[in-house]
């Protein structure tokens, strides 16, 4: 935008300019202050380090007078509501169907959004990483997070029999391939009225389906509705496959 073709032009009128970009935009004080880090180290690499963290630590005060004054917005995140997921769930069945008569091949992108909306899994996790092994026995999906980390999740009984039926009739290695899943997943939410068009905002949306149906029930257990809404997130994180006190966490996917 700024007319740089190579990173060694870049210069800190470059860095401000980006900063102002994305103080612009919102976000979180914390992904800030990485950004201005992250800046600093690509700096010294091209010898620039001591203009860039000079200028670093302007934009850091910049940032704490914003968040200080109540300025510095956070990110817009997005989102689809559940009667939206429900009709790209319908019409994904319908493709699936559609694809099977044409190719004689099953297709199961309907089921990677049903995975996602019961287990709030990422589409890496509901798609390639997704296998018959998965699928360990009484309901209960083994789920490669990141980092490699496996933790274990309840699903509904239908949706795993049908899990099961579609590895079968199959013989498939993985549930769907990751890219294509998500073309037709962002063309089928376009398709039906939706605008938020990638896979995490579903995922966010059946967080947020998790964490009223746990403080609904932390409430009826006699909980104080401060030590319900608490325990609600807390629950709802570690279910994400994170540290159950990760609060920026459950900023970003709570707003709490």
């Known amino acids: 935008e700024r007319g740089k073709m190579r990173n060694d032009q870049i210069d800190k009128k470059d860095f401000r300019a980006y900063m102002e970009h994305r103080l612009a935009r919102g976000g979180a004080a914390s992904e800030l202050n990485k950004i201005r880090a992250a800046i600093v180290k ?8 001591e203009s860039f963290h000079a200028l670093s630590k302007k934009m850091g005060v910049k940032i704490r007078e914003l968040k200080a004054a109540g300025q510095l917005r956070g990110p817009a995140r ?10 790209v ?10 694809w099977e008569t044409k190719t004689g091949q099953p297709r199961a992108y309907e089921l990677v959004v049903r995975l996602q909306k019961e287990a709030s899994l990422r589409a890496i996790e509901a798609t390639q990483r997704f296998t018959r092994e998965s699928l360990v026995g009484d309901g209960l999906i083994s789920v490669v997070g990141k ?6 999740v309840a699903i ?3 949706l795993y029999a049908r899990l099961e039926q579609h590895f079968t009739r199959s013989g498939a290695e993985m549930l769907a391939p990751g890219r ?18 990638g896979s995490h905002a579903h995922r966010r949306t059946s967080a947020t389906d998790m964490k009223n149906e746990a403080y609904r029930k932390y409430l009826k257990a006699g909980h104080t509705p401060e030590e319900a809404r608490r325990l609600a997130v807390q629950d709802t994180v570690e279910h994400l496959g994170h540290s159950r006190n990760r609060r920026d966490l459950a900023a970003a996917y709570l707003s709490a």
């Open 42 to 49: 690509f700096g010294a690499l091209y010898g620039k380090y």
């Open 78 to 87: 997005p989102h689809v509501t559940p009667e939206v997921r429900q009709a």
């Open 89 to 98: 769930i319908d019409r994904l069945a319908k493709l699936d169907a559609l």
């Open 147 to 152: 980092g490699g980390k496996v933790r274990t």
């Open 156 to 158: 509904s009984r239908d």
């Open 180 to 197: 294509a899943y998500l073309l037709s997943l962002r063309r089928a939410t376009l398709a039906v009225g939706g605008r938020s068009t």
